[in-house]
């Protein structure tokens, strides 16, 4: 039976980096060297700039607050206070490692956190205290906290995560195996190491369901790695897709780059010279295209029926983009 794979993710959002400066060095990070590219942080015109920009496209409920890490942008309560003022939610992408004193988590923009927890093993004690203290904090003001866990091994164990659901009363996790950024600079999967990763994701998933935590598979995965009863299984429980939203959604960096993923370090046309949402989704959409429909990741892709019907472009396209001998955006 052949069925139709529906892209759905929990929190398809357009981030905003205010900064890639960051107080931790997390070797998955997609955003290594990225400040390089970007060394300084978003000045407040920029800042008026982006929310005019959401505003006058009526997106509301669709912007993340990310970097690097947003709580290190020296302007974030302004920012939250301009967020409230506009009317828009806001969902922070953090560590979950700042000073809770500084920053105003009560603030009425702000509806939900996620919060990437890595294993206790990578924090300092001082900084393990520090996020439980924070996660606690975010608890009783609000229900909206989610975990990101983010796999680089199978061999990692994911029980601190589900214990610590336990013990914070959290019940989502978005878990998403690391893929690389264009840079090609942080620690990933390797292609073809991705197929061992499978039965881990299958695992896992049940290990949530035992616990009453509702998992996110946040990335696109080769839809053939998985049987039809698995793929069934995955769709209907943490929204496993072979597709992902880059183009759809986009990334604005500190100097107001317009991204068409987080990954993509590209620097490329700047907000100002686009007039609406459309046209950035048009302008990226012949390049990302030809990405993900004309550049095999897999010599399996070439013949594959998931392909053929558009369900599924292989993985992540920042594999693609680093084989890739010319992306050309100016079509």
């Known amino acids: 039976m052949f069925w139709l794979f529906l892209y759905s993710h929990f929190y398809q959002m357009n981030p905003i980096n205010f900064t890639y400066s960051c107080n931790r060095n997390c070797n998955y990070c997609f955003a290594k060297g990225f400040l390089k590219k970007w060394p300084r942080e978003m000045s407040l015109k920029e800042l008026k700039a982006v929310f005019e920009w959401f505003s006058k496209q009526g ?7 990310s970097g690097g890490e947003p709580t290190f942008f020296s302007k974030i309560n302004l ?10 939610k806001i969902r922070i992408y953090t560590n979950g490692i700042f000073d809770v004193e500084k920053i105003n988590i009560k603030s009425p923009a702000i509806s939900s956190f996620l919060v990437n927890f890595n294993s206790p093993s990578e924090y300092s004690s001082q900084e393990i205290e520090t996020l439980y ?9 609000t229900k909206n906290i989610d975990f990101r866990f983010n796999i680089i091994s199978p061999d990692i164990s994911y029980n601190y995560i589900i214990d610590a659901c336990k013990k914070l009363n959290i ?14 600079k942080n620690k990933y999967i390797k292609k073809e190491n991705l197929k061992n990763f499978a039965k881990y994701i299958l695992r896992f998933t049940k290990d949530l369901l035992k616990q009453n935590i509702r998992g996110q598979l946040a990335e696109p995965f080769p839809l053939c790695f998985f049987s039809e009863k698995e793929r069934n299984f995955l769709v209907k ?10 183009g759809k959604n986009y990334a604005i960096t500190p100097d107001l780059t317009v991204l068409p993923c987080v990954v993509f370090a590209f620097k490329e046309r700047h907000l100002n010279n686009f ?5 950035v989704i048009d302008y990226y959409k012949k390049p990302l295209n030809k990405l993900r429909w004309e550049t095999d990741l897999f010599p ?14 292989g993985s992540c396209l920042a594999y693609k983009f680093l084989q890739a001998k010319n992306f050309q955006t100016n079509y």
Not at 173 to 184: C, D, K, Q, Y
Not at 275 to 279: L, Q, S, T, W, Y
């Open 171 to 184: 019940h989502h996790v978005e878990f998403a195996p690391v893929f690389p950024s264009i840079l090609g």
């Open 275 to 279: 007039k609406n949402e459309k046209e």
């Open 133 to 141: 203290f924070n996660l606690k904090s975010i608890r009783k003001i």
């Open 237 to 246: 429980n943490v929204g496993l897709s072979g597709i992902c939203g880059a």
């Open 300 to 313: 399996e892709c070439k013949n594959c029926l998931f392909k053929k019907n558009k369900q599924c472009q």
């Open 79 to 88: 920012a939250l206070k301009m967020a409230e003022n506009y009317g828009f």
């Open 59 to 65: 997106i509301k409920n669709s912007i993340a607050f």
